[in-house]
């Protein structure tokens, strides 16, 4: 392992446009749940993401799901970013897209700029309804259930949800990225949720060396180079250190 970590870092080092794609592995070791690990804890395990994660699951109790997201929310506000946002977010000419909602690349140090958050964040509400109204949310005491106040339909967590196209053109801005890019570090995606794992084979295709840290093998396999068994706090702490 220490030789394939060696031959990474070396292709780190050399990388001229490098960019990682994250998914909720990278977070897991702040204490926020995976979506479909092997463990009881993943929240697609406990939880039916047609109830709530779903324009049809909110309709049917909007309550339910803004008290849902308001549960991850407090978890989020508890978290702090692990050794792999730390070694990735000081990291100042590299593009982060991240899966995840929560900001944990930037408090590791990422400047927000280069962040796309590709299912949206946490950290704000939008109007469920077309006037396009938005606003920021302290997670640590998130407001429940409320009306937009410019056009009186409900407020919703500004996140992605299954069957959504993702808002203001961020997979056009992730595709204009990982089409640059030399180098792509996968870290902690099953990379089973489309159009974000699209990025893994569209930065293959382009030429890009695909790098994936994981505690299992997943779903790149076939477009990885080099692939790294481990945790993301040790493996891509391993990778800048
Ligand atoms: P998943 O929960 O599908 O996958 C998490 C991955 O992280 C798995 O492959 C694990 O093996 C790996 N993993 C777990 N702990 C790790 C650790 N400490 N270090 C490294 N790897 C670890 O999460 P995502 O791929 O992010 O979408 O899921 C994609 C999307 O599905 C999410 O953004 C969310 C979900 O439904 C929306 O909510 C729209």
């Known amino acids: 392992m220490d030789q394939v970590i060696e031959l990474a870092r070396q292709r780190i080092a050399h990388a001229t ?33 047609a109830q709530l994660a779903s324009q049809e699951g909110f309709n049917a109790d909007p309550s339910l799901v803004m008290n849902w997201y308001n549960q991850r929310r407090k978890i989020v506000a508890a978290a702090k970013p692990n050794a792999a946002h730390m070694a990735l977010g000081v990291q100042s000419e590299w593009v982060h897209i991240t899966q995840n909602v929560d900001h944990l690349l930037e408090a590791g140090g990422a400047d927000p700029d280069n962040v796309l958050h590709l299912h949206g964040s946490l950290y704000a509400d939008h109007c469920n309804g077309e006037c396009g109204y938005r606003e920021n949310v302290d997670i640590a005491d998130p407001p429940g259930l409320r009306n937009c106040p410019d056009c009186g339909a409900p407020m919703r967590p500004s996140v992605a949800w299954f069957g959504e196209s993702l808002s203001n053109g961020i997979f056009e801005r992730a595709i204009s990225e990982v089409e640059k890019a030399d180098l ?13 794992a699209s990025l893994i084979g569209i930065a293959k295709q382009n030429g890009a060396e695909i790098i994936v840290v994981n505690t299992q093998a997943t779903e790149t396999h076939d477009a990885t180079d080099i692939h790294l068994t481990g945790k993301a706090s040790e493996t891509v702490a391993a990778l800048f250190s």
């Open 184 to 196: 792509l570090l996968v870290v902690g995606t099953s990379a089973m949720v489309v159009p974000a």
């Open 17 to 49: 446009h490098p960019v990682s794609f994250s998914g909720a592995g990278l977070s897991a070791e702040s204490g926020i749940a995976t979506f479909r690990d092997k463990n009881e804890d993943a929240l697609w395990a406990k939880f039916d993401p």
